[in-house]
């Protein structure tokens, strides 16, 4: 998520959102997850099975299988219907 918010409020030129943001999320969350090696190997093996993922959907759905996490925080529909995780949006 953190690599998320500095893709987006870059690309659109709010860089003084950054921390905010940033801090809101530290606000909330519990744990932040470390990817590792064989998460962007499982991240490459789920991209070749559902082309519809993009790159940063499918690193996060590899962090959450090997930590076994079901449920993610997000607006992204590319979560929905993946089998074993619930997306919360709002």
Excluded: N
Aim: hydrophobic letters at 45%; charged letters at 30%.
């Amino acid at each position: 998520m953190f690599q998320e918010i500095l893709h987006r409020y870059g690309a659109i030129d709010r860089r003084d959102a950054i921390q905010p943001a940033f801090s809101a999320l530290l606000g909330v969350v519990d744990e932040v997850l470390q990817i590792e090696l064989a998460d962007v190997e499982r991240a490459k093996e789920v991209m070749l099975a559902e082309r519809r993922l993009p790159a940063r959907e499918a690193i996060h759905l590899a962090v959450m299988e090997r930590r076994e996490v079901t449920r993610i925080l997000s607006f992204d529909t590319h979560f929905d219907g993946y089998p074993g995780v619930t997306r919360i949006g709002a």
